[in-house]
């Protein structure tokens, strides 16, 4: 078992930042960020090995958002600059074991389903 903490959600203007962060209880294998609006599917963002911190991203999101760990192995970071009013949505923080890794194809996968471990969620609101 693993839980999640995220923190860093608040409502800013287009153009902004906003930094997220996740806290997991445990060392895990894959971490990742994700969002979803009412009505849709689960969106994966951005992606962050344990092995050798490999990150992978959403072409949404690619050049905008970085993924990182922030300071210590299991806390893990999402900077997203140049937000846009598209960018509105809940977003979680995720952890899952090697599956996600081996499922990936030698990364970690963005899918929701190979992740088993999720926080509760923060809410991220971009005005025009």
């Known amino acids: 078992q693993a839980q999640l903490t995220e923190s860093g959600g608040d409502s800013v203007q287009a153009g902004g930042s906003l930094r997220l962060s996740c806290t997991a209880s445990r060392t895990v294998t894959c971490m990742a960020w994700f969002r979803q609006t009412p009505g849709k599917e689960r969106e994966g963002l951005a992606t962050?090995?344990?092995?050798?911190?490999?990150?992978a991203y959403a072409d949404s999101v690619k050049g905008r958002f970085t993924i990182f760990r922030d300071g210590a192995k299991n806390t893990l970071a999402l900077q997203m600059n140049s937000l846009r009013p598209e960018d509105t949505a809940m977003y979680y923080c995720?952890?899952?074991?090697?599956?996600?890794?081996?499922?990936?194809?030698?990364?970690?996968?963005?899918?929701?389903?190979?992740?088993?471990?999720w926080g509760q969620g923060t809410q991220v609101t971009v005005s025009a």
């Open positions: 962050i090995y344990g092995g050798d911190d490999s990150t």
């Open positions: 995720a952890a899952s074991g090697p599956s996600a890794y081996i499922n990936g194809g030698g990364r970690c996968s963005k899918s929701p389903r190979e992740y088993g471990f």
